[in-house]
């Protein structure tokens, strides 16, 4: 009899298990990595050609919401989400108050001001893990943001943070927007923005730390689809 019992309780015990996963996994959505990949093709592509009309040929700036340079808090009051200046030359800095007047081209600086592409995969992070970043300090997200990359949101098989003079370094294999590096003719737009992954980083960086960041270099590992980001804090 007591044999009998063991038997059942194990049995309703697996039941519940598999009813409890089946629970779970019902509530995710899931769609191809090559969709999600082709997607974002088509905005970068969009980005080069605005690149290559206005002959830009300077480095992204990822603009804060916030920054927290006492000369410049006042002055991004009504600006909600990071934006990213894409300067015309690489001496060319973001201007301030072109920003604050909500300008596309700028005028005092040549360069314009576009959404950044990684800024809507940042906000899903925060919205799905009840996270704000702009209240981690830098050296615990270098902790933190790579497992959501990796376990929670599986946009990486691998992904390492660590901190280095004036900035972060960002190692990622088996990256999901892998084809965006391949793009042939190459994309100039990734080069200087970084894949949506690479830029989400970027948008999270400069939330946390409040100052203006730039991608430094980029280097791709086509051995194991793999991507190394240097950022620089300005």
Not at 57 to 76: E, F, M, R, V
Request: net charge neutral; proline share 4%; glycine share 8%.
């Amino acid at each position: 009899m007591l044999f009998g019992l063991q038997v059942a309780a194990f049995i309703g015990l697996g039941l519940t298990f598999w009813g409890a996963l089946f629970a779970l996994a019902r509530s995710g959505k899931y769609v191809e990595s090559n969709l999600l990949d082709a997607t974002a093709k088509s905005a970068y592509s969009t980005i080069d050609r605005m690149i290559n009309d206005l002959k830009f040929n300077g480095q992204g700036y990822y603009i804060p919401a916030h920054l927290k340079d006492a000369h410049h808090s006042g002055h991004l009051k009504n600006q909600k989400e990071p934006v990213v200046f894409i300067s015309g030359n690489f001496d060319g800095k973001p201007s301030v108050d072109d920003l604050a007047a909500d300008r596309f081209l700028s005028e005092k600086t040549h360069g314009a001001f576009i959404n950044s592409p990684g800024f809507d995969l940042m906000s899903q992070i925060e919205k799905q893990l009840q996270l704000d970043f702009s209240k981690f300090p830098i050296e615990e997200l270098t902790e933190i943001l790579p497992s959501c990359l990796t376990e929670t949101f599986n946009l990486a098989k691998s992904a390492e943070m660590s901190v280095v003079e004036n900035g972060v370094s960002f190692k990622a294999t088996g990256i999901l927007y892998r084809s965006l590096y391949r793009a042939e003719p190459p994309l100039k737009s990734v080069s200087i923005l970084g894949c949506p992954v690479v830029s989400a980083v970027a948008c999270v960086l400069a939330k946390s730390s409040g100052k203006t960041v730039t991608i430094k270099e980029q280097v791709l590992s086509p051995s194991n689809c793999g991507v190394q980001a240097v950022f620089n804090f300005i």
